[in-house]
C-alpha cells in the first residue's frame, strides 16, 4: 500500500523538478490527467475493498444460520 502512494505521489513530482522549463499549460494538462488517473486507481481499489467486505457479510451470515432457522446454509430445502 506504501508503494502505491509512493509512486503516484513521487514521480510527478520527480519529472516536474526533471523538467522545469515545461510550459505552465503543460504542467497543467499534466496536472489534471494525473488527478484522473490517480482518481480511477482509488476508486477501483476502494470498490475491491467493498466487494471483499460484502463477501465476509455474506460468509458470516451464511455460518450464522440466520436465514435458514439456525440449520447453516442448505439451498436444496
Known amino acids: 500500500m506504501f508503494c502505491f ?3 503516484f505521489f513521487s514521480v ?3 519529472f516536474v523538478s526533471l523538467f ?3 510550459s505552465s499549460s503543460f504542467r497543467g494538462f ?3 490527467s494525473y488527478f484522473f488517473l490517480f482518481s480511477r486507481s482509488i476508486v477501483l481499489f476502494l470498490s475491491i475493498l ?3 467486505s460484502l463477501h465476509r457479510v455474506g460468509v458470516a451470515v451464511t455460518e450464522l ?3 435458514s432457522g439456525g440449520r447453516g ?3 436444496g430445502r
Do not use: K, M, T, V
Request: charged share 10%; glycine share 4%.
Open 65 to 67: 444460520g440466520c436465514c
Open 30 to 32: 499534466l496536472a489534471i
Open 5 to 7: 502512494f509512493f509512486f
Open 73 to 75: 446454509f442448505d439451498p
Open 50 to 52: 467493498f466487494r471483499l
Open 12 to 14: 510527478p513530482l520527480l
Open 20 to 22: 522545469p522549463a515545461l
